[in-house]
C-alpha cells in the first residue's frame, strides 16, 4: 500500500488559513487522496477527498500537486473546533477498498 | 438517521472474559468496519465487511471474531481477553452514493485488566 507522510503537529492562529501538508510519493494512478480529522475523544469523520483535481467543500479544500506526488488540505478560516488530529490517506475507490490511518498531524489553534 | 451507533459506551473487563461489541447502522451501507486505537496512535483495521455474509481480516485480527448476518449489524466479539486488548475500538460504515465518506462510530472504550 503506498504510503503517506505528515508532519507531526502544527500551530495555527484562530480566524486564519490552515495549510496541511501530505506526501505520497508512492501514489498510484488509482489512488484517491482522502482526509479524515479526529476531534478529542471522538470518532474520525470524513473531510474530503480527491483524485487529481482540486476539490473545495464547505468544510475544507484540497490542492493536489500536478504530479500527484503531494497534496495540501486547506482550512480557509481555522476556530478552536478545528483543533484535531488530521489523517491523510491512500485508498482505490471501490468496495473492498481499506482505510489505512497513519498517526495524522495534530492541529493546534491558538486563540 | 442515527448514523453508526456503538454499545457499550465504556465497559471493563477481566482477562480472559469474553464479550461481544456492538455496532448498528441505519444508512444501507455495505462496507462495514472495525477499527483499534491506542494511545497516541492512528486506527489499524481489525476486521471488515463489504456485505451480509461476507467478512475478512484485516490489520490486526487475532483475539477478534466478527459476523454479519444483517446489513444493518456487525457486532465484534472478543473471544478471551486479554489485557494487550484495552483500546478504543470504532466501528464504520461507507456505501451507496457517497462510497468515499465513511462514518464512524462514537466508539466503545474497553479495559481489559
Known amino acids: 500500500d503506498a504510503k503517506t507522510t505528515q508532519p507531526n503537529s502544527m500551530e495555527s492562529n484562530e480566524e486564519e488559513p490552515v495549510h496541511l501538508p501530505c506526501n505520497h510519493s508512492t501514489i498510484s494512478g488509482t489512488d484517491y487522496i482522502h482526509w479524515y480529522r479526529q476531534l478529542p475523544s471522538q470518532g474520525p469523520e470524513y473531510v474530503i477527498h480527491g483524485l487529481t483535481s482540486n476539490v473545495n467543500n464547505r468544510m475544507a479544500s484540497l490542492a493536489i500537486a500536478e504530479d500527484r506526488k503531494s497534496s495540501t488540505l486547506i482550512l480557509h478560516r481555522a476556530t478552536l473546533r478545528d483543533a484535531a488530529v488530521y489523517y491523510c490517506i491512500l485508498s482505490p475507490t471501490g468496495a473492498n477498498s481499506k482505510l489505512t490511518f497513519g498517526k495524522g498531524i495534530t492541529l493546534s489553534v491558538r486563540p | 438517521n442515527a448514523g453508526v451507533t456503538q454499545t457499550p459506551k465504556f465497559q471493563v473487563l477481566k482477562t480472559g472474559q469474553s464479550m461481544t461489541l456492538q455496532c448498528a447502522q441505519d444508512m444501507n451501507h455495505e462496507y462495514m468496519s472495525w477499527y483499534r486505537q491506542d494511545p497516541g496512535m492512528g486506527l489499524r483495521l481489525i476486521h471488515y465487511?463489504?456485505?451480509?455474509?461476507?467478512?475478512d481480516q484485516g490489520e490486526v485480527p487475532n483475539g477478534y471474531n466478527v459476523s454479519r448476518s444483517t446489513t444493518e449489524d456487525f457486532p465484534l466479539r472478543l473471544l478471551s481477553a486479554a489485557p494487550s486488548q484495552t483500546s478504543v475500538y470504532f466501528c464504520a460504515s461507507r456505501g451507496g452514493s457517497s462510497y468515499n465518506e465513511q462514518f464512524f462510530g462514537p466508539g466503545t472504550r474497553l479495559t481489559v485488566l
Open positions: 465487511s463489504v456485505g451480509a455474509g461476507i467478512t
